[in-house]
């Protein structure tokens, strides 16, 4: 399910208005993961609030939403792209790989709601596939 | 038994009551074909799914995706005991359908964002939460009778 260049296009091609609204976005999508999977919490354990759209969510969905910029610009070859986000999670966050999974389908869920026209069907394939592909280079270095 | 509070009760009936069926269900099974091909499995008799194009003009699977989404209503009907009123279906689904039942899981997720689309902003975590929590009990029910 490796990504071919029609969904690499059509990642990019949402990536610009995405881009505009990442704060909002991120900070959105890490609120619904909380909400909706409260077993995540247990990553945040030493922010002082956990609550939706609280200073330290907003911070961190910032800085996740920058790590899937990244993640665009290196969309050719992720494993090596993202080496060094790998090496962060595998041994310092230690975030169990099904978590992945899980934020992914709250950004999806988000993007859904901000961008109900252009976020079709064959959007949300290229965009399901870029997620997975991603948590795939992220857990290269897990074992 | 799942337990539901006033609250997660008031929030789905709204969603349903709120919901055109018929442009819903279409969209949500059209998503599912898409976003995850090989569910077309088991829809070689709706004629030409070949193509994403092909998916969003096929007037079986809007039929299909209205029926199914239909068989919500039962949940709807009966949120005290939904285990016991999908046992039927499930054996449908398991003996005669053959169908995995992760493929609940995965049209369930599309529904979710098929409403999320719908809704918009008021499709907040809050209601996201229990949405899922609906689709979650109606998923296992349907997956119960597989033996």
Known sequence: MSLNSKDKAAV?????????????????ALSRMLVVYPQTKTYFTHWPDMSP?????KAHGKKVMGGLGLAVSKIDDLTTGLMELSEKHAFTLRVDPSNFKVLSHCILVELATIFPKEFTPEE????????????RALSEKYR | MVKWTDEERKVISSIFSNLDYDDIGPKALRRCLVVYPWTQRHFS?????????????NEKVAAHGTKVLHGLDRALKNMNNIKATYTELSILHSEKLHVDPD?????????TITIAAKMGESFTAATQVIFQKFLCVVVSALGKQYH
Do not use: Q
């Open chain 2, 45 to 57: 008799s709706f004629g030409d799914l070949t193509t994403a194009a092909a998916i969003m003009k």
């Open chain 1, 12 to 28: 990019k091609a949402l990536w610009g208005k995405i881009a505009k609204s990442a704060d909002v976005i991120g900070s959105e």
């Open chain 1, 124 to 135: 949300h394939l290229s965009y399901d596939k870029f997620f997975a592909a991603v948590a």
């Open chain 1, 53 to 57: 759209g609280s200073e330290p969510v």
């Open chain 2, 103 to 111: 493929n609940f899981r995965l049209l369930a997720d599309c529904l």
